[in-house]
């Protein structure tokens, strides 16, 4: 019989080659041991459920681009909404307030027999024509009771876009080769839609019979809305003396007033006709309709 050579240490062949396998002692641990080893096992062991830690977002080219796209796009968002909203409001104010001064200066100019010095008689029912007026310059004002009961807006010569169209104090502007109010033909005027105080936003709000006033220092000329028209801005037959024929002789005197359509584009235009239904001479006092109006500016 062979009798096994190797050493009886109470360790079986697996546990001997089990890595970090010690050899278990046949004496008892103290409780100091005992403690210190636990602990070194409670150490050593990671808890199943912790997270592992997540690595920081590193910075790429498409990420810092789409950063700065998306800040972009904010900036020209306030910018639009200024550009198409605040500032509308902040110009329309300005041109309405210069449109009441400019009605007090109008009652003061005729006041001092300075507009025309040889008036025609009050009842030959003819209207006084309005004397022309250099470009920039202010000689008259509209008012639409349709754009609101207080609206009213100066009106230069001239269409300039920096000096008239664009200008925060005036907004209207006439087209210099059409006729001026009371004289027979076309006395045609443009103004913005949208942006530089809009003064014709609502035009397309028109309904046939209201009442459009012009407003100069000899009276005001009174027009009722006939029709809107769209066409293309190379359409300038709207501006004959007879809008869209040339070749006829006006014996209506006319209002034509025009802006460009859709809103925030210049494809077309829109053009809105009055036909002139009455005069009334300063001395007479304002239409009845506006007289609120005009006594409020004279206050």
């Known amino acids: ?12 062949p697996d546990e ?8 278990e002692s046949s004496a008892p641990l103290s409780r100091k041991e005992a403690r ?3 602990r070194a096992a ?5 808890p199943t459920d912790e997270p592992t830690p997540k690595a ?6 498409v990420g810092v681009l789409g950063e700065l796209l998306i800040t972009a796009g904010v900036v020209v968002m306030l910018f639009l909404g200024w550009y198409m909203w605040l500032d509308d409001i902040i110009s329309g104010t300005e041109q309405q307030a210069a449109g009441v001064e400019v009605q007090q200066q109008l009652q003061q100019e005729w006041e ?11 009842d030959n029912g003819e209207p006084v024509v309005a004397e022309p007026a250099a470009d920039g310059e202010v000689f008259a ?6 754009f609101g009961a207080d609206w009213v807006r100066p009106i230069a010569g001239g269409i ?6 664009n200008n925060r104090q005036i907004g209207v502007g006439h087209y210099p080769d059409t006729q001026m109010p009371g004289e027979m033909g076309n006395f045609a005027i443009a103004a913005h839609r949208t942006t530089f105080g809009a003064p014709f936003a609502d035009i397309g709000e028109l309904r046939v019979g209201d009442l459009i006033y012009v407003e100069t220092a000899d009276g005001w000329y009174e027009y009722g809305f006939r029709g809107l028209e769209y066409v293309w801005p190379t359409y300038v037959s709207v501006l004959e003396p007879v809008p869209r024929e040339p070749s006829v002789e006006a014996t209506d005197r006319f209002l034509t007033m025009t802006s460009c359509n859709p809103r925030f584009s210049s494809a077309e235009r829109i053009i809105a006709y009055a036909v002139m239904e009455n005069w009334y001479p300063r001395a007479d006092g304002p239409p009845a309709a506006i007289s609120g109006l005009v006594e409020a500016a004279g206050s």
Do not use: F, Y
Request: aromatic share 0%; proline share 11%; hydrophobic share 35%.
């Open 1 to 12: 019989m062979i009798e096994n050579d190797r050493p009886d240490d109470g360790v079986s």
């Open 16 to 23: 001997a080659s089990r890595p970090g396998a010690e050899p």
């Open 36 to 38: 210190e080893r636990e």
């Open 42 to 46: 409670t150490m050593g062991a990671r």
């Open 56 to 61: 920081a977002p590193k910075l790429t080219v």
């Open 112 to 122: 001092r027999s300075e507009a025309i010095t040889e008036r025609p008689a009050i």
């Open 141 to 146: 004002t509209l008012i639409v009771p349709r």
């Open 160 to 165: 300039d876009l920096s000096t008239v169209l």
